[in-house]
């Protein structure tokens, strides 16, 4: 099956700032490591950015002005730091804060595009995913959200029914709580419980599931949950497009939450989803461990590109790993396998 990757590479030398969580290369490592592995059922496509008039599909001007304008004059008066919670140390100003979220967005557009135009089901947009972006405000890392704007921009083109799956491990907020009495989305957010932003309380109705999860949830219990209380509501609601956030920060080894999950978790979900859905949008999301976040979503594209044949890494695929640098010492496997161990799942 073929498989669209939207990438731009404003990525690769895009950086928060030095001591940001968001660690440099992180998109474009998927790129690089990807062209190593050599996926055939892999076709690349250049996103652009954003037109203002996109962005407004979600956002408001004077939100997507005072961006443009911050990332222009490289800074942003006190009053709109407070408005539009920008210049912040969660949400600072860099060199293309602007730009940079403004393309994951238009990546989310021109996957949209591809599938209205019936060019391809699947697509994969590793810089997209910014679950916590509000319409007149940044939160968490995210300043425009491109999944909102995906989602209204389908709906616009008479998309009826659209199911979002957010597995990062902190509650996608931003897409949940907007899309929350919208009867043809269903939203379904599994996180952490009391993480950050602390507000995805349990909710389980037809076209809302808000998960939260405790410390140590492993892939045993991910299946559980999603076999017992998910698959059938999905099942039921018939989605033409499935919209997938795949935060790598859920992972064992991250250190940005308390979670358990094994890359296989995200390989199990693909794979179910490709009896849900007949289009199926799968991007990044939080994810801190520079080996971790890169394995797990070259896990996800080869599962969706139907090639997992190919993760036996080469001496360049090793390399590649090797020479990422990072704070902390890499374990062994990190670097030498893109599936993690023990893999529980017997798909
Ligand atoms: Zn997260």
């Given at each position: 099956?073929?498989?669209?990757?939207?990438?731009?590479?404003?990525?690769?030398?895009?950086?928060?700032?030095?001591?940001?969580?968001?660690?440099?290369?992180?998109?474009?490592?998927?790129?690089?490591?990807?062209?190593?592995?050599?996926?055939?059922?892999?076709?690349?496509?250049?996103?652009?950015?954003?037109?203002?008039?996109?962005?407004?599909?979600?956002?408001?001007?004077?939100?997507?002005?005072?961006?443009?304008?911050?990332?222009?004059?490289?800074?942003?008066?006190?009053?709109?730091?407070?408005?539009?919670?920008?210049?912040?140390?969660?949400?600072?100003?860099?060199?293309?804060?602007?730009?940079?979220?403004?393309?994951?967005?238009?990546?989310?557009?021109?996957?949209?595009?591809?599938?209205?135009?019936?060019?391809?089901?699947?697509?994969?947009?590793?810089?997209?995913?910014?679950?916590?972006?509000?319409?007149?405000?940044?939160?968490?890392?995210?300043?425009?959200?491109?999944?909102?704007?995906?989602?209204?921009?389908?709906?616009?083109?008479?998309?009826?029914?659209?199911?979002?799956?957010?597995?990062?491990?902190?509650?996608?907020?931003?897409?949940?709580?907007?899309?929350?009495?919208?009867?043809?989305?269903?939203?379904?957010?599994?996180?952490?419980?009391?993480?950050?932003?602390?507000?995805?309380?349990?909710?389980?109705?037809?076209?809302?599931?808000?998960?939260?999860?405790?410390?140590?949830?492993?892939?045993?219990?991910?299946?559980?949950?999603?076999?017992?209380?998910?698959?059938?509501?999905?099942?039921?609601?018939?989605?033409?497009?499935?919209?997938?956030?795949?935060?790598?920060?859920?992972?064992?080894d991250d250190h940005m939450s308390k979670l358990c999950l094994t890359n296989n978790s995200m390989k199990f979900t693909i794979e179910k989803f490709k009896n849900l859905s007949k289009n199926i949008i799968v991007m990044g999301g939080g994810g801190y461990n520079p080996?971790?976040?890169?394995?797990?979503?070259?896990?996800?594209?080869?599962?969706?590109?139907?090639?997992?044949?190919?993760?036996?890494?080469?001496?360049?695929?090793?390399?590649?790993?090797?020479?990422?640098?990072?704070?902390?010492?890499?374990?062994?496997?990190?670097?030498?396998?893109?599936?993690?161990?023990?893999?529980?799942?017997?798909?």
């Amino acid at each position: 099956m073929n498989v669209a990757f939207i990438y731009n590479d404003i990525y690769r030398n895009s950086l928060f700032g030095e001591n940001h969580p968001i660690t440099e290369k992180r998109i474009s490592n998927v790129y690089d490591l990807s062209k190593i592995i050599g996926f055939k059922n892999v076709k690349y496509y250049k996103s652009s950015i954003a037109s203002v008039k996109e962005l407004s599909i979600f956002h408001d001007k004077d939100y997507i002005t005072a961006l443009y304008q911050a990332e222009k004059k490289q800074k942003v008066t006190l009053e709109n730091m407070k408005k539009f919670n920008i210049g912040t140390t969660s949400n600072p100003i860099f060199k293309e804060m602007y730009r940079r979220h403004a393309v994951a967005t238009g990546s989310l557009i021109l996957g949209s595009d591809l599938i209205l135009n019936k060019k391809f089901n699947y697509i994969f947009s590793p810089g997209s995913g910014a679950h916590h972006g509000k319409k007149n405000k940044a939160s968490g890392f995210c300043y425009f959200n491109d999944i909102a704007t995906c989602i209204l921009y389908l709906k616009k083109n008479n998309i009826k029914k659209i199911v979002y799956f957010d597995m990062d491990a902190h509650y996608g907020d931003g897409v949940m709580e907007y899309f929350k009495f919208s009867e043809d989305i269903l939203t379904i957010s599994i996180h952490q419980k009391n993480l950050w932003p602390r507000n995805g309380d349990y909710f389980y109705e037809d076209n809302f599931i808000s998960f939260p999860v405790e410390e140590g949830f492993n892939d045993t219990k991910f299946k559980d949950i999603f076999e017992k209380k998910i698959e059938m509501k999905i099942k039921q609601f018939k989605p033409e497009v499935a919209i997938l956030q795949m935060g790598a920060d859920c992972l064992i080894d991250d250190h940005m939450s308390k979670l358990c999950l094994t890359n296989n978790s995200m390989k199990f979900t693909i794979e179910k989803f490709k009896n849900l859905s007949k289009n199926i949008i799968v991007m990044g999301g939080g994810g801190y461990n520079p080996w971790i976040t890169l394995r797990a979503w070259i896990y996800n594209l080869a599962t969706l590109a139907n090639e997992d044949s190919k993760l036996n890494l080469n001496s360049k695929g090793k390399d590649f790993l090797k020479n990422i640098k990072w704070k902390k010492k890499p374990k062994q496997n990190w670097l030498n396998e893109i599936t993690d161990l023990p893999n529980i799942f017997s798909l």
